[in-house]
T-cell receptor, first 116, second 116 residues
Framework: AQSVAQPEDQVNVAEGNPLTVKCTYSVSGNPYLFWYVQYPNRGLQFLLKYITGDNLVKGSYGFEAEFNKSQTSFHLKKPSALVSDSALYFCAVRDVNTGTASKLTFGTGTRLQVTL | DTGVSQNPRHKITKRGQNVTFRCDPISEHNRLYWYRQTLGQGPEFLTYFQNEAQLEKSRLLSDRFSAERPKGSFSTLEIQRTEQGDSAMYLC??????????????FGPGTRLLVL
């Protein structure tokens, strides 16, 4: 079975400071990893994904994420946070070797609050 | 706008009534997914289609739930004899099947269901 843990319910950061939203995963094989963002009363918006290759993945709106296989982590980062980044962030995983559905398994989400 | 669309955006119903939601995927996408998101949780997989074939259903999908994608384009999700526990956001996503399975799922805005 595949699973995702987002250990922080909320992350608070001041505008202009770097931010990190943590994610760890568990799969039996190799993972495909995704980050999505959700604004209030909206669907999920794709930010970035790791498939293979470079461990540092760059995505939309200046976000990036670092895949660490030994720590089974895929933390989301941004060098300089904006107030408009305040939203709910979800990490998701899919096991490459499941051989069946391409369904995603999501974490419980981390609320990012960026203040002036 | 060529994104995933869902209708209605909001639905309030009384317990015991039937409801139906519609999802229109991105036009060239051959895979379509339904997820359910309850407050404070990440989306949970319900079912998915490849073209018109329903290939997997979650154990979350009780026999009161049925989904169709009759012509491989739009999909409907019907809940019969609704219960208060069905109150949630129902999210639809679509993707273009890839040989390695690394495709990105793009989500619609969701249908928020409230069962009174």
């Amino acid at each position: 079975a595949q699973s995702v843990a987002q250990p922080e319910d909320q992350v608070n950061v001041a505008e202009g400071n770097p931010l990190t939203v943590k994610c760890t995963y568990s799969v039996s094989g190799n993972p495909y990893l995704f980050w999505y963002v959700q604004y209030p009363n909206r669907g999920l918006q794709f930010l970035l994904k790791y498939i293979t290759g470079d461990n540092l993945v760059k995505g939309s709106y200046g976000f990036e994420a670092e895949f660490n296989k030994s720590q089974t982590s895929f933390h989301l980062k941004k060098p300089s946070a904006l107030v408009s980044d305040s939203a709910l962030y979800f990490c998701a995983v899919r096991d490459v070797n499941t051989g069946t559905a391409s369904k995603l398994t999501f974490g419980t989400g981390t609320r990012l609050q960026v203040t002036l | 706008d060529t994104g995933v669309s869902q209708n209605p955006r909001h639905k309030i119903t009384k317990r015991g009534q039937n409801v139906t939601f519609r999802c229109d995927p991105i036009s060239e996408h051959n895979r379509l997914y339904w997820y359910r998101q309850t407050l404070g949780q990440g989306p949970e997989f319900l079912t998915y289609f490849q073209n018109e074939a329903q290939l997997e259903k979650s154990r979350l999908l009780s026999d009161r739930f049925s989904a169709e994608r009759p012509k491989g384009s739009f999909s409907t999700l019907e809940i019969q004899r609704t219960e208060q526990g069905d109150s949630a956001m129902y999210l639809c996503a679509s993707s273009l099947r890839s040989t390695r399975g690394e495709e990105t799922q793009y989500f619609g805005p969701g249908t928020r269901l409230l069962v009174l």
